[in-house]
C-alpha cells in the first residue's frame, strides 16, 4: 500500500489492499513500544484518557483531528490521545508486538482482513452488546459488508470504519478511437473479454485493460467477486478446505487466460498497480477494474470516464469490499468505557458522513447516503454514486487466520495464469494443495 491520498482526504491504500495477505508478528517482534500501559486512565477531576493509534495520513488524518476535537468538545471528561506512528499498512504489526508486551491502544485502526489475527486474543473486546443489540447504533442499517468485516465466529469484534467496492471505469477516448460503445450495467463477462480485445491496438501500445500481476491481495481480491458469482466461496462450509477448487475457480481463472491469449490485458508486475493506472491515465488503456480511492487521481489526470458495475456470468452482479474497522482494546473499566463512547459517536450519521466524505470512505450505511452532504459529494465526483450502488452485492473476504495463506496459493495460481506458465486447471489444483494444507494447520 502506498501513502498516497486516494479518494478525497482517504488513508493510505492500496498496494496490497488493506492487509490480505498480512501475517501476525510472533511476541519477540514486540520491541520497545510507546506504550499505553495497563493503568485505569483516570485522573484526579475523572477525565479518562483514551489512546487512538488512527493510522492515517494526509487528507484522513486532517478529517480524524477534527472529528477528536469535536467530540473532545462535547465530551469534556474524555481526552482522546492520538498516536501509534504507524499508517494502517503497518497496525497489525504494531497492535501484535503490544499484545506481546501487554502495551496496546483502546482503539485501534484494523483492515477487516487483519482482523482474526488478533481476535484470538483477550484484550479486544466484544462489541456485540455495545453494537449489535443496542437501539442506539445504526448497526442494522449498515451494508451487509461492513457488519461482515467485523463479524468473527457470530460476534461483533470491531466497528465498520471504512468501506469500498469494486467497478469497471472505462476511459471515453479510448472507446471512442476503437468505435466501441461503452458498456452499460447488466454485461457479462464475456462481453468484457471482448471488449478488452476491440479495445486492444498493438500498433499504439493500447490495452484494453489491466491486472496487478504482483501476486499479492491486489492480484487476488478481483477474482473473489466471479468465484462468487459462480456459487464458490473462499472457504467452504466446513473450513477444512478452499471452496473454489472446482467449476467456479476453473472459470474464474478462464477469464484471466481469455485476456492473455487475447494479448489484451496489461500485467503490472510491481505491488500497488500504479503502472496500470498511470498507463490507464495515460490513455492507453480503456478498462481497469478499480475502487473508488482511484477516482481523485483519474479526474486529477483529466480523464473523461465512465463507471459501471462488474460484469457477471450470470446476470447478478456481485462485487467486493475490503473494509477497514475501529478495534477496542480493554484496558481498564474507565478507558474502556471512554472508548466505546468514542466510537459509538464516530458511528453517529452526523460524524460519519464527514468521515466518508473527507477520508474516502463509501456510506457506511443507508441512514448516511442519505445525508445532504453525501448526496452533494456524490454529485460532484461522477461515477462515485455506482461504487455505492454496488454495495448492494457486496461481500467480503472471510475474516479467518488462514485466509493469508489462501490469499498467497491463490495469488500465485493467478500469476501463472496470467504469465501463461499454466492452465487453469492446473494452477488452481496447485492452489488447492497449498490453501488446504494451511487450512488444516490453522484448525
Given at each position: 500500500?502506498?501513502?498516497?491520498?486516494?479518494?478525497?482526504?482517504?488513508?493510505?491504500?492500496?498496494?496490497?489492499?488493506?492487509?490480505?495477505?498480512?501475517?501476525?508478528?510472533?511476541?519477540?517482534?514486540?520491541?520497545?513500544?510507546?506504550?499505553?500501559?495497563?493503568?485505569?486512565?483516570?485522573?484526579?477531576?475523572?477525565?479518562?484518557?483514551?489512546?487512538?493509534?488512527?493510522?492515517?495520513?494526509?487528507?484522513?488524518?486532517?478529517?480524524?483531528?477534527?472529528?477528536?476535537?469535536?467530540?473532545?468538545?462535547?465530551?469534556?471528561?474524555?481526552?482522546?490521545?492520538?498516536?501509534?506512528?504507524?499508517?494502517?499498512?503497518?497496525?497489525?504489526?504494531?497492535?501484535?508486538?503490544?499484545?506481546?508486551?501487554?502495551?496496546?491502544?483502546?482503539?485501534?485502526?484494523?483492515?477487516?482482513?487483519?482482523?482474526?489475527?488478533?481476535?484470538?486474543?483477550?484484550?479486544?473486546?466484544?462489541?456485540?452488546?455495545?453494537?449489535?443489540?443496542?437501539?442506539?447504533?445504526?448497526?442494522?442499517?449498515?451494508?451487509?459488508?461492513?457488519?461482515?468485516?467485523?463479524?468473527?465466529?457470530?460476534?461483533?469484534?470491531?466497528?465498520?470504519?471504512?468501506?469500498?467496492?469494486?467497478?469497471?471505469?472505462?476511459?471515453?477516448?479510448?472507446?471512442?478511437?476503437?468505435?466501441?460503445?461503452?458498456?452499460?450495467?447488466?454485461?457479462?463477462?464475456?462481453?468484457?473479454?471482448?471488449?478488452?480485445?476491440?479495445?486492444?491496438?498493438?500498433?499504439?501500445?493500447?490495452?484494453?485493460?489491466?491486472?496487478?500481476?504482483?501476486?499479492?491481495?491486489?492480484?487476488?481480491?478481483?477474482?473473489?467477486?466471479?468465484?462468487?458469482?459462480?456459487?464458490?466461496?473462499?472457504?467452504?462450509?466446513?473450513?477444512?478446505?478452499?471452496?473454489?477448487?472446482?467449476?467456479?475457480?476453473?472459470?474464474?481463472?478462464?477469464?484471466?487466460?481469455?485476456?492473455?491469449?487475447?494479448?489484451?490485458?496489461?500485467?503490472?508486475?510491481?505491488?500497488?498497480?500504479?503502472?496500470?493506472?498511470?498507463?490507464?491515465?495515460?490513455?492507453?488503456?480503456?478498462?481497469?477494474?478499480?475502487g473508488p480511492w482511484q477516482l481523485p487521481d483519474i479526474r486529477q489526470a483529466k480523464v473523461d470516464y465512465h463507471v459501471v458495475r462488474l460484469p457477471s456470468f450470470k446476470g447478478s452482479s456481485v462485487t467486493i469490499s475490503g473494509p477497514d474497522t475501529w478495534a477496542v482494546f480493554d484496558n481498564g473499566p474507565a478507558r474502556l468505557k471512554a472508548a466505546r463512547t468514542l466510537?459509538?459517536?464516530?458511528?453517529?450519521?452526523?460524524?460519519?458522513?464527514?468521515?466518508?466524505?473527507?477520508?474516502?470512505?463509501?456510506?457506511?450505511?443507508?441512514?448516511?447516503?442519505?445525508q445532504p452532504q453525501w448526496i452533494e459529494h456524490t454529485e460532484q465526483v461522477p461515477g462515485l454514486a455506482v461504487f455505492t450502488a454496488a454495495l448492494e452485492t457486496a461481500r467480503v473476504r472471510p475474516v479467518d487466520p488462514s485466509y493469508p495463506q489462501i490469499s498467497k496459493a491463490f495469488g500465485e495460481a493467478v500469476i501463472s495464469v496470467l504469465l501463461g506458465r499454466s492452465?487453469?486447471?492446473?494452477?488452481?489444483?496447485?492452489?488447492?494443495?497449498?490453501?488446504?494444507?494451511?487450512?488444516?494447520?490453522?484448525?
Open positions: 500500500m502506498n501513502a498516497v491520498d486516494r479518494m478525497p482526504g482517504a488513508p493510505t491504500r492500496r498496494g496490497v489492499l488493506r492487509g490480505g495477505g498480512a501475517i501476525a508478528l510472533t511476541a519477540a517482534a514486540g520491541a520497545a513500544l510507546s506504550g499505553c500501559g495497563a493503568d485505569d486512565g483516570m485522573s484526579a477531576d475523572g477525565t479518562v484518557r483514551v489512546d487512538l493509534w488512527h493510522g492515517q495520513a494526509d487528507s484522513a488524518l486532517a478529517a480524524i483531528k477534527r472529528l477528536v476535537a469535536d467530540f473532545e468538545a462535547t465530551h469534556p471528561k474524555i481526552r482522546v490521545g492520538m498516536g501509534g506512528g504507524v499508517i494502517a499498512d503497518a497496525m497489525l504489526q504494531k497492535v501484535t508486538a503490544g499484545l506481546a508486551s501487554d502495551s496496546v491502544p483502546d482503539i485501534a485502526y484494523i483492515f477487516g482482513s487483519d482482523l482474526a489475527s488478533i481476535a484470538r486474543s483477550p484484550k479486544l473486546v466484544d462489541l456485540t452488546d455495545h453494537l449489535r443489540d443496542r437501539g442506539d447504533t445504526p448497526w442494522k442499517q449498515y451494508w451487509p459488508a461492513a457488519r461482515d468485516a467485523v463479524t468473527v465466529d457470530g460476534k461483533v469484534r470491531a466497528a465498520p470504519a471504512l468501506l469500498d467496492s469494486l467497478a469497471v471505469v472505462c476511459n471515453k477516448k479510448v472507446f471512442d478511437d476503437a468505435g466501441v460503445p461503452l458498456p452499460e450495467d447488466g454485461w457479462s463477462w464475456q462481453e468484457f473479454t471482448d471488449t478488452a480485445k476491440k479495445l486492444t491496438d498493438t500498433g499504439s501500445s493500447t490495452f484494453g485493460t489491466g491486472w496487478p500481476g504482483a501476486g499479492d491481495e491486489d492480484t487476488v481480491w478481483r477474482m473473489w467477486p466471479l468465484i462468487w458469482e459462480l456459487g464458490g466461496d473462499v472457504i467452504a462450509p466446513r473450513k477444512r478446505e478452499i471452496g473454489f477448487a472446482g467449476e467456479p475457480g476453473v472459470r474464474a481463472l478462464e477469464v484471466v487466460r481469455t485476456l492473455v491469449e487475447d494479448e489484451s490485458v496489461y500485467v503490472d508486475p510491481k505491488p500497488g498497480g500504479e503502472q496500470m493506472y498511470q498507463v490507464f491515465a495515460s490513455g492507453r488503456m480503456g478498462m481497469v477494474v478499480t466510537i459509538s459517536w464516530l458511528m453517529e450519521p452526523e460524524q460519519n458522513v464527514l468521515w466518508d466524505v473527507e477520508a474516502g470512505s463509501l456510506p457506511l450505511s443507508r441512514t448516511m447516503e442519505k492452465t487453469p486447471e492446473n494452477a488452481l489444483r496447485a492452489c488447492a494443495d497449498k490453501a488446504n494444507a494451511a487450512l488444516a494447520k490453522s484448525r
